[in-house]
């Protein structure tokens, strides 16, 4: 499988490089030269295990890596999750919930990220290279891909995240890893600088060739990949096409959605759920992507106001035509608005809406005293964005996190303190370093170069 950048300036690469550069050297983003069809094999797909499904799906994509390294990966991989299922499907009375969060850092994050780590120290030690992975997360990126490379042979991972604007729990699971290849990066700013900041280092293409700078985050083709695996199996355990409600910051998760649909999976719509930061909402209803300030929300990993994974969706949109992708993403940058068209819903298929403060601790409270089950604020994101969608047949909601990683607002809205778990508990007690940075690119970037190991 070749792969090809969004912004069509380089030439077609291999899985191993995509997996290693993460962002193209022309500033865009890979993507698969072609989607594999699973239509013909779905039947056959019903019977196996998640473990064996990723399998059956990533092997399509990975065809650099021998078969037999790819099940030891997937299976080294799936074995640090609590539960059997991995991600167990739950019905309670008409709620449909993919649970995604029985990881080492319970968050869907997870899915990926432990195999991304695996992937990375595979291709590394095969080439005799070293990579150091520059990253930006919102709340649970940065913990799970700490999680997926902490102590690995020949990585070193610089996790930049807005001081004081993740949640104490998102922030102990990062500051308190004590491995000597960890450094977590308290930027003063907003997530959107972070990832200002990362764009920037990783356009400086000879500073990112001498630093051996990779990425974790979900402009990593690799954390897409695996992503769809949950997607079809989720749909598998169904006789007719389903509907997916997914809450949505950065575009990632409900990208691979997309990309299931390309490969056959019978989805029949996608429901997106934003927080107060409704730029994606907005766009999706009105074909304007008109960027706003980042407002701090009970929801943190989704106080984004710009997706990284939408210049995937919109080269798909395009046909591929990279020249007006170009000018899309060149017309955001310059004016921080851009329209694509001006005809209304960009996508019939993807049904969006915007879920408040309000919405969400009223969710959190009617799922518990209706069904007796607890859901973190993303995930009442979704259950809420749902609520106001129309569809046919089964809708499934991504519980993208564990209740506990947020006990203030789930304990607010159910007036119980119930949001507990045993690994978050333990954080309390272990002493956390951080290392506080401007939001200057230039600060980040001595920062790298006194610590990057070559």
């Known amino acids: 499988m070749q792969y090809v950048s969004t912004r069509g300036g380089v030439k077609p690469v291999s899985f191993e490089q995509a997996l290693l550069e993460g962002q193209a050297e022309d500033g865009g983003l890979y ?15 019903r019977d196996l295990s998640f473990t064996e499904l990723a399998y059956e799906i990533v092997s399509l994509y990975a065809t650099d890596i021998d078969s037999l390294i790819l099940r030891a990966i997937l299976d080294e991989a799936f074995s640090t999750f609590d539960d059997d299922d991995i991600v167990p499907l739950v019905k309670i009375d008409d709620l449909h919930v993919l649970e995604l969060f029985h990881g080492p850092t319970l968050a869907f994050k997870d899915v990926a990220l432990q195999v991304l780590g695996r992937l990375f120290e595979h291709t590394l030690n095969t080439r005799n290279q070293v990579l150091n992975i520059l990253g930006a997360t919102s709340g649970d990126t940065g913990s799970a891909a700490i999680a997926g490379v902490q102590g690995r042979d020949g990585i070193g991972i610089f996790i930049m995240f807005p001081d004081g604007r993740t949640s104490r729990l998102q922030e102990l699971q990062m500051t ?42 979900s402009i990593n083709w690799a ?73 701090q929300t009970l929801s943190p990993s989704m106080d984004i106001q710009v997706a990284s994974n939408l210049e995937r969706f919109i080269y798909l949109y395009l046909d591929g035509d990279s020249e007006r992708l170009v000018q899309f993403m060149q017309e955001f940058a310059e004016k921080n608005h851009a329209v694509l068209h001006r005809n209304g819903h960009v996508d019939t298929t993807i ?104």
């Open 31 to 45: 993507l698969p030269a072609r989607y594999p069809q699973l239509t013909e094999r779905w039947e056959s797909f």
């Open 351 to 454: 049904d969006a809406h915007r879920v408040d403060t309000d919405e969400t601790l009223k969710t959190i409270r009617d799922t518990w005293e209706r069904f007796g089950y607890l859901v973190d604020p993303h995930t009442a994101v979704g259950v809420a964005a749902a609520a106001h969608a129309r569809s046919d047949g089964p809708v499934i909601c991504l519980a993208t996190a564990h209740p506990a990683k947020f006990p203030n607002a789930v304990n607010e809205a159910i007036g119980k303190s119930l949001a507990r778990h045993p690994r978050l508990d333990a954080l309390y007690e272990k002493q956390a370093r951080k290392v506080k940075l401007p939001a200057d690119q230039e600060k980040v970037r001595s920062y790298l170069e006194a610590n990057v190991i070559s």
């Open 223 to 295: 954390r897409i990949m695996v992503q769809i695996v949950y997607y079809v199996y989720a749909t598998l355990r169904y006789n007719e096409p389903v509907t997916f409600s997914v809450p949505t910051g950065n575009f990632g998760n409900i990208l691979s959605a997309i990309l299931a649909m390309q490969m056959g999976a019978p989805i029949r719509r996608l429901i997106l759920g934003t927080n107060e930061n409704d730029i994606l909402a907005r766009f999706f209803v009105s074909g304007e992507y008109k960027r706003g300030a980042v407002q």
């Open 176 to 217: 308190t890893v004590r491995e000597r290849n960890v450094h977590c990066l308290a930027i003063d700013g907003s997530f959107d600088d972070c990832q200002r900041i990362l764009k920037s280092i990783f356009n400086d293409i000879e500073f990112k060739r001498s630093a051996s700078l990779g990425a974790v985050n």
